[in-house]
């Protein structure tokens, strides 16, 4: 299985700060990578896939970068809707497998 | 508006059974393939297995492999997962959702709990 290790587990921001969560594959995994977000007690949703193609209706402050086992998140310019815990997530090989989660807080 | 809809969750004893179903809303159920992924409490993500459009091809991580199984009715849009010998450690809100190309999930129920508990 395909292990995937986000960094860091948690961050404390402000509004307005550029964020960035890091996603490391255990092997290579040619951009199957997808993000989601997730508030507490609800599902989570879909923000990118390919791991640069925003979703449709997502903010454009969130992007998406990287390559062979390295990807990246970026909210250039966090909003108090952004505080959550972000997920990453292979689909290079099965198992699909997340990350652990980055949870976003409030500095 | 595409629309996910789970149910049957509870409470159950080790050992015990559940099925769970969910009903799909605002597209052609029948053309996507879809999912289950479980959340335990406090902790991340796990997918738990995905079936084909015409539910002729499951799919399942290991751990599961034999004690769950995937179906769907696509006369009802529904999708189920039974959950056979139920353990403690498979606790968890169980999500349905679409899979796009049984690839990444862009669409999610809100969850069914499901607590093994004796």
């Known amino acids: 299985d395909i292990q995937m290790t986000q960094s860091p587990s948690s961050l404390s921001s402000s509004v307005g700060d550029r964020v960035t969560i890091t996603c490391r594959a255990s092997?290579?995994?040619?951009?199957?990578l997808a993000w989601y977000q997730q508030t507490p007690g609800r599902a989570p949703k879909l923000l990118l896939y390919v791991a640069s193609r925003l979703e449709s209706g997502v903010p454009s402050r969130f992007s998406g970068s990287g390559s062979g086992t390295d990807y990246t998140l970026t909210i250039s310019s966090l909003q108090p809707e952004d505080f959550a815990t972000y997920y990453c997530q292979q689909y290079y090989s099965s198992p699909r497998t997340f990350g652990q989660g980055t949870k976003v807080e409030i500095k | 508006e595409v629309q996910l809809l789970e149910s049957g969750g509870g409470l159950v004893q080790p050992g015990g059974s559940l099925r769970l179903s969910c009903v799909a809303s605002g597209f052609i159920f029948s053309n996507y393939p879809m999912s289950w992924v479980r959340q335990a409490p406090g902790k991340g993500l796990e997918w738990v297995s995905s079936?084909?459009?015409?539910?002729?091809?499951?799919y399942y991580t290991d751990s599961m492999k034999g004690r769950f199984t995937i179906s769907r009715d696509n006369s009802k849009n529904t999708l189920y997962l039974q959950l056979n010998s139920l353990r403690a450690e498979d606790t968890a809100v169980y999500y349905c959702?679409?899979?796009?190309?049984?690839?990444?999930?862009?669409?999610w129920g809100q969850g069914t709990l499901v607590i093994v508990s004796s």
């Open positions: 079936i084909s459009g015409s539910g002729g091809t499951t």
């Open positions: 092997q290579g995994i040619s951009n199957s």
């Open positions: 959702a679409r899979a796009q190309g049984l690839l990444y999930f862009d669409c």
